[in-house]
């Protein structure tokens, strides 16, 4: 379980660093456990440790549209910014919901204020 593995890290001689917080987000996300895998990147945040586009993407890729679209909005008020696949997992999460018009929403907002084109990757979901 890589919630154990993080946990015994922190007693052992082997530091808990970003890879292993993201392995252990993505981990959480595979197994619907939402709520844990943003516990987690809430602690990178306050940790030393700072969370990266991978450790967004891989907590958007497990929760509910509307949580996934807050951290996307967090994500691009941040120095951090986003990137194309944040887009489409979070329009992704919109979709699986049958959010449609909030994932056009999305789509919108990414148009008017991005830095980066939007590829393939991003327009699947729509």
Known sequence: NALALLSSMDRSVLEADAISHNFAISACAKAAHWGTALV????????????????????????????????????????????????????????????????????????DRSAFELDIIAYSPA
């Open 40 to 111: 987690l990147l809430t602690f990178m945040n306050q940790a030393i440790l700072e969370p990266s586009i991978i450790s967004y993407n891989s907590a958007i890729k497990g929760i509910e549209w509307d949580r996934s679209l807050a951290l996307l909005a967090g994500m691009g008020q941040d120095s951090l910014g986003t990137d194309s696949r944040s887009y489409a997992l979070t329009m992704s999460a919109c979709d699986s919901a049958r959010k449609w018009g909030m994932a056009f929403t999305a789509l919108a907002a990414t148009l």
